[in-house]
């Protein structure tokens, strides 16, 4: 166990090192001087070249690498372009928003997704499982705005029942969550059904059947924990994905949280925040996929024992 | 020396330059006339950028800035009017080479202590310090000592003065007719050195001045909340309570919210797709602002790429672009141009009618520049919606009269860098990167993207266009800061222009005018929600009672 983890580790430190070497390398692919981009379009060659030297634009690379990656440990993340102050605080300020967007959206996905994938294999190839399977296709493949701007229409500009945008009370989380969350439950409700079908064709559901226990104690106690592996690696990855990518419904609602933060970046060439957003993005998704690899033993002690 | 010396008002009265007449609206009525109070909601989609004056200089925090602090100069709301500000009076000497300001007396800062002589001297030395790494610091070349200042041979602007309590002197090491729009602009707004030395190089988020409003909290990709300063040295002003800048607000949503009356400005404007159906609405004209900017959007005509060399090549290229649909690709919110300057500009001549669209008219100029089947060529343009449609457009008109023009779409920087390297760009459409004035004074359409000191490695005159005759003149013209000679030195920059025209490096395209959204509640003229020099006009506007 404390092998795998410092296994685990050791892999995740050498894959941050690689993003670090590759967003390092972004700054330099530009074709603009970075200096230059700071110092604007009035600018004169004396501040151009106090920039320069500020930054240590005028150093070897290697020495810059170095420098840049001693900066990172000490959680430097360089000076934006554009907002023209640290990239660390601008990070750390939003990451409150979006890591309480990522727990509800993952919370509803996860409770509709379970819901919906235990009814359907229970009720396999019936009227139900076709339509939540049907119901789950089409939300997988539904844009993410279309939806937030229909919830957003719907429930906040017409009935008036949520704030339109904004973020600070308990009603301006629901629909960012559940735009996340409505898309996110199709891929886990039909990966619980598939796993629950599987698992309720084992031997030793048949035998807990056989015992005479209730129905819902068979599904709740003895099928479904076993049907929960996958659920536990994909939020996993939902971690990942969520710190980075719920640009768009951050956009349409208003929510400060990192994606914004990327979007606007990315529209203005901010490569310092861009390169900072990427860094805890990658940062994020090692460590949910940490977790749920460290996770899954304690759900599985067959994946202990090994 | 100082003989002739003239009052301030005197000055400020000359310098109400000439367009008065292109600007159609009224002044806004005196303070006293409006309804005092109210919090307001202004919305953006992008954050706040530095409020540090010195550094600031993108069209959101422009306007902020100008209300935050205040400078020696400053303009009638809505107009490009210079009045003094700060300064109490001023004088100009004869040479144009000293000015001498009085400061206001009693005039505090918000921390509470007074604003002195020593503060402007501080705030300009700043904003040109290349320590400060300020975009600005060029503006100030014509002061005395700058280079020295500049190169580390001196630790400060010699040419600034303060030889008493409330006197500062400018001295300039040559005549320079934009001075005072110089001392007006967000570079020369005067801070408390105590208060930038305590932000520890934070100043931009703590920001500390004298003007009409004070930063009270900044929730960082939030909001930002101002509130009136209510020792401003000038009474009644401003008239709002606050205003609350929310950020992260998509211009969709935030025109939703505005109808619903939770916003009072969306600041992004109006999106196409919502343009059409706010603009048949019921309450369009109170709600929809639409006002003329200092912009003007062109092709640069490199004048080193053959066969783009040849004049008349480039009055047919003028002859062949179908202004009026180009208009339409932005839904009509820009007017078709004819010569450099933006009609809201001093020297822009109503008299002119430039170069009509002509297809055969511009095939017989082609054919007798030895081009009768036209020629290929490339159009540079920045990569962002609409300017890949509008250089669509100019390649089909081009096509009319046998030009090929193959489409560059490139991101901004990627362009910038191709206009200022020679030889490069033969064609560059100026879209998402057009010169807005940063003063209202024709020269500063001028040096930089027509004059040859732009046309240089790096530079931003995309023609490489020299021409050394009407640089001559461009300079005399710059030379005449005798307040008498400001209507013959406005005369002046207008023949220069028209005369670029003649010489055409440039193919102007249009005059973009900006659209703001506001809540019925909010009163005033279009022009202080976008004022020639500031955009919103925090200052003037006001909620109705």
Known sequence: ?306 | MLKTLMRSTALAAALALAPAAALSVALPTPAAAQAQGGDIVVTYKDDIATLDPAIGYDWQNWSIIKSLFSRLMDYTPGTPDLVPSLAESFTVSPDGLTYTFKLRKGVKFTNGREVVPADVKYSIERAVDPKTQGPGAGFFGAIAGFDDFTAGKATGLAGIETPDADTVVFKLSRPDATFLHVLAINFSSIVPKEAVEAAAGDFGKKPVGSGTFVLKEWVIGQKLVFARNPDYFVKGVPHIDSFTIEIGQEPLVALLRLQKGEVDIAGDGIPPAKFLEMSKGPDAKEMIVDGQQLNTGYVTLNTHIKPLDNVKVRQALNMAINKDRIVRIVNGRATPANQPLPPLMPGYDTAYKGYAYDVAKAKELLKEAGYPDGFSTVLYSTNTDPQPRIAQAIQQDLAAVGVKAEIKALAQSNVIAAGGTEGEAPMIWSGGMAWIADFPDPSNFYGPILGCAGAVQGGWNWSWYCNEELQKRAVAADSMSDPAKSAERVEAWKKVFIDVMADAPWIPIFNERRVVAKSKRMGGEPNIYIDPTRVINYDAIFVKN
């Open chain 1, 1 to 306: 166990m404390l092998a795998l983890f410092a296994r685990r580790a050791v892999q995740a430190a050498l894959i941050l090192l690689g993003v670090a070497a590759i967003t390092f390398v972004l700054l330099y692919a530009l074709p603009a001087d970075p200096a230059v981009l700071l110092a604007g379009r009035n600018a004169t060659p004396a501040t151009v070249a106090s920039i320069r030297h500020q930054l240590g634009l005028d150093l070897p690379l290697p020495v810059q690498f170095w420098n840049y990656l001693v900066n990172l440990l000490h959680g430097d993340l360089g000076r934006s372009f554009n907002q023209k102050t640290a990239v660390a605080p601008l990070i750390l300020a939003r990451l409150p928003a979006t890591l309480t967007l990522m727990a509800a959206g993952i919370a509803i996905e996860v409770a509709i997704g379970l819901t919906l994938g235990v009814i359907a294999a229970l009720r396999r190839d019936g009227v139900v499982d076709r339509l939540v399977m049907t119901l789950s296709f089409v939300g997988v493949s539904t844009p993410q705005f279309l939806v937030a701007l229909l919830l957003l229409y719907i429930f906040a500009a017409t009935l008036g029942w949520f704030p339109m945008s904004g973020y600070g009370t308990p009603a301006h989380l629901v629909l960012p969550a559940f735009t996340l969350g409505i898309l996110g439950a199709g891929w886990y409700a039909r990966v619980v059904r598939s796993a629950m079908i599987e698992v309720l064709g084992q031997d030793y559901v048949r035998t807990a059947n056989a015992k005479g226990l209730s129905a819902p104690r068979v599904v709740l106690r003895h099928a479904l924990p076993n049907a929960l592996l996958p659920v536990i690696a994909m939020i996993g990855i939902d971690i990942g994905q969520f710190m980075s990518g719920t640009v768009v419904v951050e956009a349409v609602y208003g929510w400060p949280g990192i994606g914004q933060l990327a979007w606007q970046a990315i529209q203005q060439v901010d490569i310092p925040i861009i390169m900072g957003v990427t860094l805890v993005s990658a940062f994020a998704i090692v460590l949910g996929n940490l977790v749920a690899d460290l996770a899954a033993p304690l759900i599985d002690p067959r994946i202990r024992a090994a």
